[in-house]
């Protein structure tokens, strides 16, 4: 069975400190991971997926399959990343669901 | 593009009523999927569905939850007989072919 796991359902770091954002998951197959942001009042958002291995808005996640986790970091936190961060987890079938986690609240403070 | 779009936002029915949530997927999707968000949890899925087609529908509770999607118009999760436990956020999302899913900005159900 999938499963996802986000440790924390709260988190508050001060501007430009380090922030990290940690998820697990549970998976027999080839695992797709994202991560999605939901501003204040504001729908959810992709912010990054692992198979792009891109950077977004300064936010980076790698996927250590050993470890099963799939951590969100970013080096110097803004207060304009105060949001709720989900993790979410697809299968390797096309149309695959996604499972989330039950999401971390974000507070940057200044 | 105007993205996802759900209708009603909010939508209130008293116990016993019937709640219809419409979802219109992103121009050129095919592929939507409902998800519902109870309080204080995460999003959980709920059905996967292609034009006129239910591809997986193995997170609909076995009562009282239909959804569709015809060849024209919006997708449609159709509540019968809402009890106050059905009060949540129902999310849609749609793709192109099944991988990247973008959501609508949900709806919010509550069963007085």
């Known amino acids: 069975a999938q499963r996802v796991t986000q440790p924390e359902k709260l988190l508050s770091v001060f501007k430009g400190a380090p922030v990290e954002l940690k998820c697990n998951y549970s998976?027999?197959?080839?695992?797709?991971l994202f991560w999605y942001v939901q501003y204040s009042r504001q729908r959810l958002q992709l912010l990054l997926r692992h198979i792009s291995r891109e950077s977004i808005k300064g936010f980076t996640a790698d996927l250590n399959k050993g470890e099963t986790s799939f951590h969100l970091k970013k080096p110097f936190a803004q207060e304009e990343d105060s949001a709720m961060y989900y993790c979410a987890l697809g299968g390797e079938t096309s149309g695959s669901r996604l499972t989330f986690g039950e999401g971390t609240q974000l507070t940057v403070n200044p | 593009n105007a993205g996802v779009m759900q209708n009603p936002r909010h939508l209130v029915r008293r116990r016993g009523q019937e709640a219809r949530l419409r979802c219109s997927p992103m121009k050129g999707h095919s592929h939507v999927y409902w998800y519902r968000q109870l309080p204080e949890e995460g999003l959980k899925f709920m059905v996967y569905l292609q034009k006129e087609n239910i591809i997986d529908e193995s997170g609909m509770p076995k009562e009282r939850f239909s959804a569709e999607f015809p060849k024209e118009g919006p997708s449609i999760l159709r509540i019968q007989q809402v009890v106050r436990g059905d009060s949540a956020a129902y999310f849609c999302?749609?793709?192109?072919?099944?991988?990247?899913?973008?959501f609508g900005p949900g709806t919010r159900l509550t069963v007085l």
């Open positions: 998976y027999s197959g080839s695992p797709e």
């Open positions: 999302a749609s793709s192109i072919y099944g991988d990247t899913q973008y």
